[in-house]
């Protein structure tokens, strides 16, 4: 155990499964804490670019995001439509990673709770008494939980949802040596679990983290011991949990 505390990440080293894309981050962040970190994504997001043609005409109440991927991929599906992205009605995040990339194109309203639930409420609490008749324009991953369409529906409102990428597994590249001896295993997504399962399980002594219940239960069906899940999705969460599971 490393009695370094400006790196107390110091001695591990992190297996990162998820797309590289969505990796930076993290990676920076358990790099500048000591931990070596491998990364071999075992998942790969792939546009699904559905006809949009014609979307701005409808009257839509708002813009509703549940991750920073699903932000990246819709700005560039408008961008090969030639479309722009408008800044008429409200945008709403899901929390703290999401809101960071959509801030650089103006303000956004970020859930209290990061959840499909969390969202669809800050949604609610946005119109309060007085819901818009207008639907929420949600585009996302193509696997994204119901709860957010749910929530809202049983709050009086509607949404619309845009399929706009899907997570898929994939076979991994060129795998170094070093990932026979990782001590921490993170995965994301249940697309990223079969991949994993698939591709490089098993590992060793490696202790499996994953990023929230929904991931959780893939592992779990996928025949994986889960050593840990922070109390909420997100970067510092997950660090944080290892840090307090390390002592």
């Known amino acids: 155990m490393s009695h370094n505390p400006s790196l107390p ?3 591990e080293t992190v297996l990162l499964t998820r797309p590289r894309r969505s990796s930076t981050k993290l990676r920076d962040q358990l790099i500048q804490m000591g931990a070596s970190v491998i990364h071999i994504p075992t998942v790969e997001l792939v546009p699904l670019e559905p006809t949009i043609e014609g979307i701005w005409d409808k009257p839509y109440c708002a813009l509703a995001f549940s991750s920073q991927n699903a932000w ?3 700005l560039e599906l408008l961008e090969k439509n030639n479309m722009e992205l408008p800044s008429a009605f409200p945008r709403f995040s899901i929390g703290p990673a999401t809101t960071e990339v959509m801030r650089q194109f103006g303000p956004a309203i970020q859930a209290d709770t ?10 609610w609490n946005h119109f309060g ?22 929530t809202l529906q049983n709050l009086g409102m509607q949404s619309e949802r845009l399929e706009i990428y899907e997570p898929r597994p994939c076979e991994p590249g060129p795998i170094p040596l070093e990932v026979s001896r990782p001590s921490w295993v993170i995965l994301t997504s249940p697309s990223a679990i079969l991949g994993y399962v698939e591709h490089l399980h098993p590992i060793e002594r490696a202790k499996i983290v994953c990023m929230g219940p929904t991931t959780k239960a893939a592992a779990e069906k996928a025949g994986l011991h889960v050593d840990l ?19």
């Open 229 to 247: 899940v922070p109390d909420q999705p997100g970067t510092e969460d997950l660090i944080q949990a290892i840090l307090k599971a390390r002592g």
């Open 9 to 11: 990440l110091r001695g």
């Open 114 to 123: 990061r959840s499909g639930h969390g969202l669809a409420q800050a949604v």
């Open 129 to 150: 008494t007085t819901p818009s008749p207008h639907p929420v324009l949600f585009p996302c991953s193509k696997h994204a939980h119901v709860s957010f369409s749910e």
């Open 72 to 74: 990246s991929f819709f």
